[in-house]
């Protein structure tokens, strides 16, 4: 069995890497393709040998999709002998799906594709002329892959005409994004509150806006005039210096520059609650790493991490904008703190490499079959 991913996101996104090792080691043979405009300089970070990274469409091409999509299309063709191709893995529905839609079309290699954020929040809701591709795209899928269940309601529900709803629902799968091994490894242990007046808040995110870090300190505000002693830590790199500003000298406050997995181990196990109410949000692997060191979750709800769990089972979704609800949801994990915790560290292995490498074995077994 060959499999052939287009992957155009794997240039500045190495975590998948830990897929296409995993399908190596359990005896698949992969290719890796991955275009990239003509100006793209080489990363020092290895892709594999399983990977071609091609440089095969200008970098305004993008404005106009078909003319990109055509360049790459006809590269792909003279990469690869796409008639000894078992079967097509695109890792986007529009950029990615396009190429392996038109390669079934001319082939008649069969396909999954994979419906991501940007699909969603740019193709589908900005690129009206391109909606009726998008649902093609879909309908000649032979599976589809949605990172959480949210997303599939959410596409299917608001794009997918009637008749086509049932087609796709039924061969959608729900599959999330692993976390690196390291965590895995180093799982931590369910952790007890000690003083439950006493907490420390954990967020591993950028210093931004879309982060809502302001919104966080907000809901702390509240939480100390119910007299809560807080410390509050953010890990990451500054993006907006205003911001920074702001929260910088809070005596409560304590910021650590982007740091290695290594340090973040320690960072973690020594936080209570993981608090991340992001204004957008694609799937969020932070979430995972602090379940693995047993932090209950708090993110937002209708964005990329809610929907994997239910309410109050690892933690809790919120209004992003709400720093009532944010603090009466910290309330709600501190007076169930032992549970959450303990699910945390029991649920986190969903995120497993290993255990997602063999659903996709066993997707595309069925669509080969």
């Not at 740019?122 to 032979?142: P, T, W």
């Not at 907490?199 to 509240?222: F, Y």
């Not at 920074?244 to 209570?272: A, C, F, G, M, W």
């Not at 692997?285 to 693995?292: F, K, R, T, W």
Request: proline residues 3%.
């Amino acid at each position: 069995m060959e499999i052939l991913h287009i992957n155009s996101y794997y240039s500045c996104s190495s975590f998948y890497r830990n897929l296409y090792n995993k399908q190596i080691e359990s005896g698949l043979d992969i290719d890796v393709y991955v275009p990239v405009p003509e100006t793209f300089n080489n990363s020092n970070e290895s892709l594999g040998d399983y990977t071609t990274i091609s440089r095969n469409h200008g970098k305004y091409d993008r404005v106009i999709f078909h003319i990109k999509h055509r360049k790459i299309y006809n590269d792909i063709v003279k990469t690869y002998d796409i008639e000894k191709m078992s079967l097509v893995h695109a890792h986007s529905l529009f950029s990615n799906g396009y190429i392996a839609y038109k390669l079934k079309e001319k082939f008649n290699v069969p396909y999954i594709v994979a419906v991501r954020d940007t699909d969603v929040n740019v193709f589908f809701k900005y690129m009206v002329h391109l909606r009726k591709l998008g649902i093609e795209i879909l309908k000649q899928a032979d599976k589809v892959i949605f990172l959480y269940k949210k997303y599939r309601t959410f596409v299917i529900e608001r794009y997918i005409p009637d008749l086509l709803k049932k087609e796709i629902y039924d061969k959608s799968i729900i599959i999330p994004n692993g976390i690196d091994d390291f965590w895995l490894q180093n799982k931590g242990t369910s952790n007890n509150l000690n003083e439950p007046k006493k907490i420390n808040l954990l967020t591993v995110g950028d210093i931004s806006r879309n982060k809502n870090q302001l919104r966080t300190i907000k809901a702390i505000k509240l939480l100390q005039k119910k007299g809560y002693k807080i410390k509050y830590t953010v890990v990451g790199k500054i993006l907006d210096k205003k911001i920074y500003r702001q929260i910088k000298d809070l005596p409560y406050v304590q910021y650590i520059p982007h740091t290695s997995k290594e340090k973040l181990l320690d960072i973690y196990r020594e936080n209570d609650i993981f608090v991340m109410p992001s204004i957008t949000e694609t799937f969020g692997l932070v979430y995972a790493e602090a379940m693995s060191q047993g932090l209950p979750v708090i993110y937002t709800r209708g964005q990329g991490f809610d929907g994997q769990f239910e309410e109050g089972e690892v933690g809790y979704s919120v209004d992003c904008k709400d720093k009532e609800e944010i603090s009466m949801k910290i309330i709600d994990i501190i007076n169930n703190y032992d549970v959450i915790s303990r699910n945390a560290i029991n649920l986190v292995d969903r995120y497993n490499w290993n255990i997602i490498c063999e659903k996709y074995n066993d997707i595309y077994e069925d669509c080969i079959l």
